[in-house]
Nanobody
Framework: QFQLVESGGGLVQPGGSLRLSCESL????????IGWFRQAPGKGREGVSC????????NYASSVKGRFTMSRDFRQNTVHLQMNSLKPEDTAVYYC????????????????WGQGTQVTVSS
């Protein structure tokens, strides 16, 4: 069973940084497109970033472009999301999932969701 696990969340002040990690248990994620999503209280789940196997180039939502960087570590079988210049509106539970990057704004197209990691941006 393909299962993803997120880590790295926490409490950070506005303007700060966090690095999230997504790893696969038992299977390599190097063969799959992997997306990062977030869900704030009272809101739907939204696509943040996605990295495809074919291009290796991440795509980003406009709200995070220039501040977040997604990368893939093939040796460690892990995907990272480096988040800089964090804002209070970035506060959410962040998830990684497997699915087609062409549908990164359609969470229903993704599967193998992790349990999520909480990111709170507050002074």
């Amino acid at each position: 069973q393909f299962q993803l696990v997120e880590s790295g969340g926490g409490l950070v002040q506005p303007g700060g940084s966090l690095r999230l990690s997504c790893e696969s248990l038992g299977y390599t994620l190097n063969y799959y497109d992997i997306g990062w999503f977030r869900q704030a209280p009272g809101k739907g789940r939204e696509g943040v970033s996605c990295i495809s196997v074919s291009s290796g180039t991440p795509n980003y939502a406009s709200s995070v472009k220039g501040r977040f960087t997604m990368s893939r570590d093939f040796r460690q079988n892990t995907v990272h999301l480096q988040m800089n210049s964090l804002k209070p509106e970035d506060t959410a539970v962040y998830y990684c999932a497997r699915g087609p990057c062409g549908s990164m704004f359609t969470p229903a197209s993704f599967d193998s969701w992790g349990q999520g990691t909480q990111v709170t941006v507050s002074s």
